[in-house]
């Protein structure tokens, strides 16, 4: 277990101990720390500047400064040499696993033509799939806010814990994504900002995606969170798949007008859209219950179309260990992808969904007809309206 606060190393060390969260807050509050002060330490991997402070948790913990950098995963700059210099010393310590997978037989709960529903832990799932077997990952875990899921899914663990577990399905992620192949989680950029790092350590970056968080509430303190995190990385150094995306010019809802001058460049613009960029704000939430397959947390048609469209060919295999409504599923049946997946909690809503596709593909094809040009029809029809050029005006007689 590697530790990502020190607050959740102390709360480990109160459980080894074997004595209550009340005695060692009394441990504290003895020594002047109060439990609100022991509370800021929730969102840090450091020790505390003030002397008494860190005299107090060093005590409590009965470990010394090194072994409790080396507990938060930082090897301080004095000692990397010598952690080099020891690399074979510690490895055998570690005694290092061999990390080989055994493969159980696996029963899928459900299947279409192209694809196989598993109801299951995803990480359990995972180490019966074989190495190297996916084209294309695509991840939307549970954000541990506190929600409430089916029975089984704690959604409100510590920091470390959320961020080990993050870490042990992301392992089998990378194990079983093929060369070339391409993972995106989605996420807080806050859990992005571990995962990416984590990542890096293992394939290539690619992409930060800030896919635009729609209606979100303003946090005290903070700039307003106007973000999810779409990561992206290939395993090797070369992408095996890469689908230029366009979109249409964004314009004002209300006259038409483009809301970027492109200056000189009208001429220029390919009718078929503008090159799709890192940041996307043309993704909504699907909200209305109409459009919804379950009360929470449903990503949209087009997020997916986007994605998958992007970084595979028909045939390819995609795998999403989160399955949730299925929206992944849906639209990588749509889309003439094999695919693989996983949910924990309920199916029901999921196997409904690939039973009846004709509101999945009403949505696919709403997405089709909003791209693939500059302009939407009625977009163009505004901007006629308002006097702004349209592409015909630069077309070649
Ligand atoms: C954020 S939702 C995914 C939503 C999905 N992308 C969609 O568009 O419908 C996360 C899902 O992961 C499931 N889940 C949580 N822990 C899991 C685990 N260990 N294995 C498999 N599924 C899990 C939850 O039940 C939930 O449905």
């Not at 609100?36 to 840090?44: E, K, N, V």
């Not at 045939?315 to 094999?338: C, E, H, K, W």
């Not at 693939?372 to 901007?383: A, D, N």
């Amino acid at each position: 277990m590697r530790f990502f606060s020190i607050y959740d190393l102390i709360i480990s060390k109160t459980h080894d101990k074997n004595i209550t969260i009340n005695e060692m807050l009394s441990f504290f509050s003895a020594r002047k720390i109060s439990k609100a002060t022991l509370i800021s330490l929730q969102q840090t991997s450091f020790l505390p500047d003030k002397p008494a402070f860190k005299n107090a948790v060093i005590d409590f913990l009965g470990m010394n400064e090194l072994e409790i950098e080396l507990a938060m995963g930082h090897i301080p700059a004095e000692y990397r040499e010598s952690y080099y210099e020891n690399i074979s010393h510690i490895a055998a310590l570690l005694q290092k696993s061999t990390g080989d997978n055994v493969l159980k037989d696996l029963e899928p709960l459900f299947e279409t033509d192209l694809g196989k529903l598993y109801k299951g832990d995803c990480i359990e799932i995972m180490k019966g799939l074989p190495n190297s077997c996916m084209d294309l990952i695509f991840a939307d875990p549970p954000f541990n806010l506190g929600k409430t899921y089916d029975f089984g899914i704690n959604d409100n663990m510590t920091m470390s814990k959320y961020i080990n577990w993050t870490y042990e399905w992301l392992d089998q992620c990378i194990r079983i994504l093929k060369p070339g192949g391409r993972i995106f989680i989605y996420n807080l950029p806050k859990w992005g900002t571990y995962i990416a790092t984590y990542l890096g350590e293992q394939l290539t970056f690619w992409d930060w995606i800030a896919v635009d968080m729609k209606f979100n509430l303003p946090i005290q303190n903070r700039l307003y969170p106007a973000h999810y995190a779409l990561v992206s990385f290939i395993k090797g150094v070369k992408a095996q798949t890469y689908h230029n995306q366009r979109m249409p010019l964004q314009t004002c809802r209300h006259c038409g007008g483009e809301i970027k001058d492109y200056g000189g460049y009208k001429a220029k613009m390919n009718p078929l859209g503008v090159n799709v960029s890192d940041v996307w704000s043309d993704i909504y939430p699907v909200r209305h219950k109409n459009s919804k397959n379950r009360k929470y947390n449903e990503l949209s048609v087009k997020l997916l179309d986007r994605i998958i469209s992007m970084s595979t060919n028909e045939g390819d295999i995609v795998f999403d260990p989160f399955g949730g409504s299925g929206t992944t599923f849906a639209v990588a049946q749509m889309l003439n992808r094999r695919w693989i997946g996983c949910e924990l909690g309920d199916c029901d809503v999921i196997v409904k969904r690939l039973k009846n596709p004709a509101r999945d593909k009403k949505q696919l094809d709403k997405v089709r007809e909003e791209s693939g040009c500059l302009f939407t029809q009625k977009v163009e029809e505004l901007r006629k309206k308002n006097g702004f050029w349209i592409c015909s005006d630069y077309e070649e007689n």
